[in-house]
């Protein structure tokens, strides 16, 4: 489990294939003295699990589905990524409990910024936004965001200058692509009221 409070703007050394999927290769100091192999720490919000150890350099293994049904399949070397390593026991929550399973990949339809703040739309698959509300949670490339509006196929997020400028979402443009998770108490009240229907 996860907060959704992104510990580390980290960068993409590597990607290699292996097997069906790929080996992917994260530069982050202090995050990979901390870690340990088999550790899970989420990439972009997508759950991994470090394989190899050298240095600063931290090793994942991403298979084909989860590559074609996340962002990181498009990453490349140099690129920047949002990390987070998992909860232990005792771990102050300070965003939502996030899983690290990303529901589906949405796309940044507009960017209104004003000064340094900005709010954000992103274009979803409509079935995801029966799991949102205005004011619920949302994980954006693994961060931990309060919802704004809603539509059918859409919502929005408000972004500060702090989380702009600390995570990836500084840098989207109108096109990008992000990996998104819904709340998980909201996915299970979706389940429930499925079954009485």
């Known amino acids: 489990m996860f907060t959704g409070l992104v510990q580390s703007l980290a960068t993409v050394r ?4 292996d097997g069906p999927g790929v080996r ?16 899970s720490i989420a990439i972009n919000g ?18 084909a589905e989860t590559l074609s049904r996340t962002n990181l399949g498009k990453l490349q070397p140099g690129a920047a990524v ?19 399973h990303v529901d589906a990949v949405g796309k940044l339809a507009r960017r209104e910024d004003d000064s340094q703040w900005s709010t954000m739309w992103f274009s979803v698959p409509g079935e995801l936004t029966r799991q949102m ?21 859409a919502f929005s ?8 400028s600390v995570t990836t979402l500084g840098r989207l443009k109108p096109g990008d692509e992000v990996n998104l998770e819904t709340d998980l108490l909201a ?3 979706e389940r429930q009221l499925a079954w009485k229907s």
Do not use: Q, W
């Open 14 to 17: 590597a990607i290699e294939p």
């Open 187 to 189: 996915k299970y009240v």
């Open 46 to 63: 997508c759950c991994l699990t470090v394989v190899e150890l050298n240095g600063g350099d931290m090793a994942f293994e991403a298979g």
């Open 133 to 153: 509300a205005s004011k619920g949670s949302v994980a954006i490339d693994g961060v931990s965001l309060t919802l704004v509006d809603v539509t059918r196929d």
């Open 24 to 39: 992917l290769t994260i530069r982050d100091e202090a995050i990979a003295a901390a870690a340990k192999i088999g550790d």
């Open 82 to 100: 949002n990390l987070e390593s998992s909860l232990r026991v005792g771990d102050e929550l300070g965003g939502h409990l996030v899983a690290g």
């Open 157 to 164: 997020v408000a972004l500060i200058p702090h989380t702009l």
